[in-house]
């Protein structure tokens, strides 16, 4: 499309043949990696300077650089199912770990029909929006129908790195889009198993519901496993759990955690569930040890976690956006008006955000419906398993990549906009704060940093801090919210010897 192909670079291979000597060429893929990463880098930023999130400079990136773009890489590393889209999906599975390990089961207690009600609007609005709208450009039910469950799915790793951005991962809030999320993602999945039955033109129930019991099977198993892990973990104690899991020994640890989450997602693709609940659950699971999340942001943290979820949305998301689909004139305004259905389908969802006589209510409303907006990589994925089928064709899918790409671009705009309501005295539950002298933990628990932590435990006390609640006395550590450190591992406070 730009005119400007790696192809087109002369190599030193092809004036040395036969010798091998293909360093010129390395030497190219070398500077196109480094100014594909510093450009999403770059563009990352100015985005959050216009009050967006990084991710949206990211995508446009990828779509630059695309297999229609500008040819700095060779072609087959652009391609979707390249190299740089397989070792892109490593930072989404980075970022949906994340999620499930900080994910709070007790919302499922406390509000599990809020959340169900909440991730089924997700599903039905898009699709009862989009068939009219369809139906109004001159396409057949069919084609509208399906154009609709292009439009059901929300982005798992979108969300968790939006709330991420914002620091609400770990809130009320943050906790009850980032579980409606998954269960949109999972139903998402039983949506594609229906279209792939339509596009076999035979019907099957048991292919339809295959997905959706294997993947209620493999979140009670993941439940199971980690009330078990839990009970381990408690007899253990917490000097065994300080022995193996902190220190010198994290990263024999993360080789444990790292082969069981790839283990739980293989699994759970082969099941006939998503491999991306597997990755989730998994998180789930290793949630149990009070240590797990500190190793991982010691192990990952800011040196691993940004780079790799860069190259996810700029390669795997970025790549996947045919632009010469969205460049014809014919199909424009046909998606720009099944984008503005695409955003108010998941927009509603944000009415099971609490009650409608709950102070507060229409802000978090418009909240929590825009965090729901974004699509990802599984809708892109639908949108191509349908056009290959035969269900969606050229114009209907220019539409659905149009919806795709705006509410994507849109959402987190959205969300960002209406975050800045939001009152700034109150802290947010589970915010990170360190204000004179005061200390609040990931567990939004209040102490005093001066000798003596009230819930908390400085000075050898923990009151209301231990496992189960009981005291905690540890020479030269400290328990802190269920978790362990050492005193030269322990973030923001020091521990004085006993």
């Avoid at 594909?36 to 959050?48: D, F, P, S, V, Y």
């Avoid at 007899?235 to 022995?243: A, F, Q, R, V």
């Avoid at 932590?453 to 802190?480: R, S």
Wanted: charge should be negative; hydrophobic fraction near 45%.
């Amino acid at each position: 499309m730009f005119g400007v192909s790696f192809d087109e670079v002369p190599t030193l291979s092809k004036s040395l043949e036969g010798m091998g000597d293909n360093t010129q060429e390395v030497l190219w893929m070398i500077i196109g990696m480094t100014t594909l990463m510093w450009c999403a880098w770059a563009a990352g930023h100015i985005t959050e300077k216009f009050g967006g999130p990084a991710l949206v400079g990211e995508i446009f990136v990828g779509m630059l650089f695309g297999p229609d773009g500008i040819g700095l890489l060779p072609k087959y590393m652009r391609v979707v199912g390249g190299p740089l889209d397989i070792i892109g999906t490593t930072g989404l599975l980075i970022l949906v770990y994340e999620g499930g390990l900080t994910t709070n089961l007790n919302m499922f207690k406390t509000h599990g029909p809020q959340v169900l009600s909440l991730a089924f609007t997700g599903i039905i609005m898009p699709v009862v929006f989009a068939v009219p709208v369809m139906m109004l450009f001159g396409f057949s039910f069919l084609e509208s129908f399906t154009s609709g469950t292009v439009l059901c799915s929300t982005a798992i790793a979108f969300t968790v790195r939006l709330l991420q951005d914002n620091k609400l991962l770990k809130t009320h809030k943050g906790q009850l889009i980032i579980i409606s999320a998954v269960i949109d993602d999972i139903m998402s999945l039983v949506v594609l198993a229906v279209l792939n039955v339509i596009g076999q033109h035979h019907f099957s129930l048991s292919k339809i519901l295959w997905p959706l019991w294997t993947s209620a099977l493999i979140f009670l198993l993941a439940l199971g496993m980690k009330k078990l892990l839990g009970r381990v973990v408690e007899d253990c104690g917490e000097h065994c759990l300080s022995k193996y899991t902190t220190g010198r020994m994290i990263p024999l640890f993360m080789s444990f955690v790292t082969t069981f989450t790839l283990l739980a997602t293989y699994g759970s693709q082969r099941a006939g569930s998503t491999y991306l609940l597997g990755t989730y659950m998994a998180g789930i699971v290793l949630s149990a040890i009070p240590t797990a999340e500190d190793a991982w942001e010691i192990s990952v943290g800011d040196a691993i976690r940004p780079w790799f979820s860069r190259l996810f949305f700029t390669a795997t998301v970025g790549f996947a956006i045919p632009l010469d689909a969205l460049v014809d004139p014919s199909n424009i305004a046909c998606g720009f008006v099944l984008t503005l259905a695409a955003i108010a389908g998941k927009f509603l969802t944000g009415a099971w955000s609490g009650s409608p006589s709950s102070p507060g209510y229409m802000l978090l409303f418009v909240q929590i419906g825009s965090a729901m907006v974004g699509r990802g990589e599984l809708g892109f994925v639908v949108a191509k398993m349908a056009l290959a089928m035969g269900l969606l064709h050229e114009a209907s899918f220019s539409a659905c990549i149009w919806a795709l790409l705006l509410a994507t671009i849109l959402g987190p705009f959205m969300f960002q906009y209406f975050l800045k309501f939001d009152k700034p005295s109150k802290k947010q539950h589970g915010e990170e704060n360190q204000t004179n002298g005061h200390y609040q933990n990931n567990d939004g628990i209040n102490g005093e940093i001066n000798g003596h932590q009230t819930n908390g435990g400085v000075n050898g006390h923990q009151i209301n801090g231990g496992i189960d609640g009981q005291p905690a006395y540890i020479k030269q550590g400290i328990y802190q919210a269920n978790k362990v450190y050492t005193t030269d591992q322990a973030p923001l406070i020091s521990v004085p010897d006993i």
